[in-house]
């Protein structure tokens, strides 16, 4: 964990040198196939919905949210980011986390859950880093807005 955390945060550094995520071709070995496709993924962000709120770096922030609208997003995000055939329909990242101040600690808090969620489904390290370099575009639209 710790050395995925360490390679989430080089690659924080790295940011701006990411290419966007490939689509998925029908059969092809990719990202979003690892993952478990779309259920399996739903099934990940439900269980990092659990670590979330029950962390209380976090549960504040998350009170009171509508938790399935929340639920959909963040697997369709995902689901896209990972090369699978979703289209994400939810607000900006930068209108989403608007006024609540995201901290740094705060993104790595709900990093750390969704590896969590990831070993607990059996996801391949490889594909767990993977999935992280994806999301690492999106930190400067989530933290400090
Ligand atoms: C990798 C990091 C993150 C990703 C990919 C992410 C993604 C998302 C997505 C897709 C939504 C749904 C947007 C919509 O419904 O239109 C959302 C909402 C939300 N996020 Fe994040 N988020 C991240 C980090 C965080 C962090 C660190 C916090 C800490 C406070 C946070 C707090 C929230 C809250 C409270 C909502 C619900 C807002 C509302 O419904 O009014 N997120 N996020």
Redesign the pocket.
């Known amino acids: 964990m710790k050395i995925i955390l360490a390679v989430l945060t080089s690659l924080l550094l790295l940011g701006g040198c990411q290419s966007p995520a490939p689509s998925a071709a029908a059969g092809e070995d990719t990202l979003y196939n690892a993952l478990g496709e779309r259920s399996g993924i739903a099934d990940i962000v439900e269980d990092m919905l659990y670590r979330i709120v029950e962390d209380p770096r976090?549960a504040d922030?998350?009170r009171g949210?509508?938790v399935a609208?929340?639920h959909r997003?963040?697997t369709d995000?995902?689901c896209h980011l990972s090369g699978g055939p979703c289209t994400?329909t939810?607000?900006s990242?930068e209108?989403?986390?608007a006024g609540?101040n995201?901290?740094e600690a705060?993104?790595n808090?709900?990093?750390d859950h969704?590896v969590l969620a990831m070993e607990t489904h059996s996801v391949p390290t490889g594909a767990q880093n993977r999935l992280l370099a994806r999301?690492v575009p999106?930190?400067d639209r989530?933290?400090g807005h």
């Open positions: 976090l922030d998350f949210i509508d609208r929340f997003q963040l995000q995902l994400y939810g607000r990242m209108e989403a986390h609540m995201v901290t705060q993104f808090a709900v990093a969704l999301l999106l930190h989530i933290v």
